[in-house]
């Protein structure tokens, strides 16, 4: 072999050489990697991967042998139909996934479909929600997107079935129908419950009061919950252990609430047609108001719209700190300054007013500060 020839053979071999320890390294930095994230324990594994919607989570078996069965024990089901191009794939990914993942509780739900799915099989959302709460489900969210609300509802009566006992501390639904029955021995552990665009069904006398079924709820928010097709209905709220209350845009023609224990109370959206019957909250801290702004467009009903703000405010007497939002402000001045002005101020532990306007008329501004106890109750423009 001439020298020309040994030398060629010998850059084939340096050649092979280096690229045999660059494969080497490569694998035991794949090595590396894979024992890294072996070693972790299982439950932080599983509370990674809870942070991802289950299709996500399911992709994730690819990884390598060790990860195949993970995704089986994740506690968190984020159920999401925006996910699959067809519904049929979603759904038959959803039946896989709760009959192949371990028999472990789920901690928590989130189910999100549109609504024109519920012409396809209404049963679908049902069989997802008492999955969930026969496997100890702490957390429960149905939402129904791009729904007008009244179809889905009815569709939607028996979400829940007979649930005669589950962990359930938090229920968030959208689009959905509420009885008074709801919860009537199933619920008996929430603490927080969000019904928004729901149909809440109220008993013959024309009342709608499930609330004593949940004796330990502390957050409450009705948003754009209508009360179906009667008149003259009434809302009422009891809570003995409420801190937090959420209303906005409420169809019911009067309202009653009692929560002793009531930190923060947000009203949004306010219609002429609510009446407040009685309202008491001895221990209110703060509150914010945001009139529906068809109010100042609603004339020749001042009378009433006069009545329906001075209970209202009478029930707030306890506030310590007031938010008033800018439509209030202009419903106050234009139409109600004369009466309010006749009033004393119900407000006797006003501490702070917050006004999200440039100025506000004197009788206003006598109206909420002149009764307060406190010292100097301070004025804020934001």
Sequence with gaps: MNNSSSYEVGKAVKRRRNEQQQEEEEEEYSITTTDRLSLLPGPIIHHILSFLDTKSAVQTSVLSRLWRSTW??????????????????FRRFVDNVLSLRRPFNVRETLFIMSHHHLDEDVSFVAKVARYSLSHDAQHLVVQLLGSTGLEASRRLSNLFGTISHCSLETLRLSVSLIDCEFGSSGFRMLKTLELRCCQLVPDEDGVFDPFPNFPHLENLVLDGCCQGDRYETHLKISGPKLLNLELCVIWFSSVEIDAPRLKLFDLHHLLDSVKFAKLSFPSLDHASIDINDQFEFMEGNEDSVAQCLISLFRGL??????????????????IIPEILYQQSSPFSRMESLIVTANSVPYSQLAYFLEGSSAAEPTLDFI
């Design 317 to 334: 007497s306890n506030v310590t700190i007031l938010r008033l939002e800018p439509e209030t402000i202009k419903v106050l001045s234009s």
């Design 72 to 89: 089986k024990h994740v506690p968190v089901l984020r159920l999401i139909s925006g996910s699959f191009r067809q519904f049929s794939s």
